[in-house]
């Protein structure tokens, strides 16, 4: 059999096996209703009733939970945490269906190209994963637009607590004067406290949305205000120009640490290139990685060397600020 033939028989056999596992989780559904019911009801206790959210609610209302993958969605909260970071505008099916899509691209390109039959799988486990890494830059862009508009909501809700307005009220401002997603984020916080669930409670709910540290600073800063008392327009004033000074020297930073990610980048790409340069001028002699086992245990071993290489480079641009 040829290595194309089994490698699409892994493939059908994989997804054989997870449409399995999907089938047995189908049976939690009545449970989980009759939970959400119960608590909905008054039925469960207090702290129960404050994990009780709009979002929640919305959630409970437009999911029907039809098929394996929404089930899975609610196994793996982290999958559904990492969409929600992302303000993904596709669900957890569609993702799905994308990257076996790019995957099945990658390998007819690779087929296309005449490259070698070993390397057709890798294709398309490579191409698989763009649309991962596109989620995963959205949700880096969102990270650093947040951060780069929360001194400015720190300053507004100072505004509007030295005019006299309420914590809550200094929310619902921002969520109507500033764009997303610190808007998002903040209204998430304001409809859920307006179920009823402590202010501090909802920012904290609202944390796990937006694991921003200077965010996390202003989470607890409510939180002890609420206990302790004291001036929390102040606070807001300070947070913000702490947050303002570590943008500067963020920016002093990685304008000194360009070259060292520049350099990074290079040695990272160069021994691809190089391999593809190689192959495509002589193909004999890049084949003989594929066809022996030393071949073979090299590229093991220069794939461990790239990721470690790639992380010891990180850690070195990497500077905490």
Known sequence: MSPLMISLTVFVGVSAFVGAIASLLMGGNSKRAEDRLDVLAGLKTSEEQTKITKDELVKLSSQTIDGALGLLMERFRGIGLFFEQADSPIGLRSFLLISVSCGIVGAALGL?????????????????????????FRRKKRFKQFAKQLPDAMELMGRALRSGHSLASGLHLVCDEMPPPISQVFRSAYETQNLGVPVESALKESLKKMPNLDYKFFVTAVAIQRQTGGDLAEILDKISEVIRERFKILGTVQALTGEGRLSGAVLMAMPIAIFFAVYYLNPNYVMVLFTTDL???MIAVGIVMQILGAVAIKKIIDIKV
């Open 295 to 297: 071949g073979k245990k």
């Open 112 to 136: 296309i190209g005449n490259a070698p039959t070993p390397l057709l799988p890798l294709f398309g486990l490579l191409t698989s994963t763009f649309p991962f890494i596109w989620l995963s």
